[in-house]
């Protein structure tokens, strides 16, 4: 541990849940996720698995593995337990999240499952309908079904898959072969997680079950690229926040509202510091309307419009 201390466990039987729960019962339902450097692995189920935690350069014996709490240790280690106030916490929680929204989008709206990571904020899932489908208006009908699937407590369950099965698994779902196909060497294997009837290709880890998270709220939605590449399919983009409480909800929601009335970009244009013209939406004019260097650059940018024959 980090303090230092050792704890007696077996392999492919104790989990860091389990030594968490000797440590305190109330500090175990806390803890989010681990954090795992071997000293001596026993085995592996994960032999020719792809590792996106790998970092170049540094040996095996030093490399430290993102581990998903209820997944049995599998040999001697040093752990790290992190709880949602910790950055590690809140990465895990809200990738969790996004595929709790993503269940609820390909069951709900039959679109076809894209990309759906944590953000530094949340969390967000790019999804394929052919059109778009999604406004403000579908806000509360998602969070409706999300927090059906949260009170259902459904657990996240680990499934190492070789590239052939990923291929037959995600074979109705051409975002997903993309990705198995081109990332995924031959002979490789790949993870993907099941949380009620979702099953996701993913790296992982994740929370133990969606019961630990206590408040879900859609934030926004827009327009995005697969591969964030305009020649590619259009997807629509649902973005999402959620915590272990209400009240951590309700005091970010505040928070955000009060950034928002504080916004600079709304707070200048109302106090006169700069505009923007029709004739140049991407520019900012740092001189209020009606002033002699406003109406300079107004006659300029309409002169130039002339000139290119707008």
Not at 102 to 109: A, D, P, S, V
Not at 113 to 139: M, R, V, W
Not at 187 to 215: E, F, M, Q, W
Not at 256 to 262: F, G, I, N, V
């Amino acid at each position: 541990m980090p303090d230092g201390a050792v704890k007696e466990g077996n392999s492919f039987e104790t989990s860091p849940f389990a030594i968490a729960a000797g440590i305190s019962k109330q500090f175990a339902e806390k803890v989010i996720v681990a954090k795992v450097k071997y000293t001596n692995r026993v085995a592996t189920l994960d032999d020719g698995l792809l590792n996106p935690e790998a970092e170049a350069g540094v040996n095996e014996e030093d490399q430290w593995y993102y581990w998903d709490v209820n997944r049995p240790l599998e040999g001697d280690c040093e752990l790290k337990l992190f709880k949602f106030e910790d950055p590690e916490g809140k990465e895990c929680f809200w990738h969790s999240s996004a595929h709790v929204l993503g269940q609820t989008l390909e069951n709900e709206y039959g679109v076809q499952l894209c990309h759906g990571p944590p953000t530094d904020s949340g969390f967000f899932y790019d999804s394929y309908a052919g059109h778009d489908i999604f406004n403000e208006k579908d806000y509360p009908a998602i969070e409706k079904v999300a927090k059906k699937i949260v009170d259902d407590k459904q657990e996240f369950y680990r499934l190492v898959l070789t590239k052939e099965e990923a291929l037959r698994l995600f074979g109705s779902n051409p975002f997903k072969v993309s990705l198995i196909s081109n990332k995924i060497p031959d002979g490789g294997k790949v993870t993907a997680y099941r949380c009620g009837n979702l099953i996701d290709l993913c790296t992982g880890p994740h929370i133990p079950s969606t019961k630990i998270i206590k408040a879900f709220k859609v934030m926004k939605n827009s327009s995005a690229y697969w591969l964030g590449k305009a020649e590619n399919d259009s997807l629509q983009r649902v973005y999402g926040i959620t915590f272990p409480s209400k009240k951590e909800l309700d005091e970010y929601v505040h928070l955000m509202e009060e950034a928002a009335k504080r916004d600079h970009r709304t707070i200048g244009k109302q106090q006169g510091l700069f505009d923007h013209h029709v004739w140049s939406p991407g520019c900012g004019f740092m001189y209020p309307k009606g002033t002699h260097i406003y109406n300079s650059l107004m006659n300029l940018i309409r002169d130039q419009y002339r000139v290119r024959g707008f």
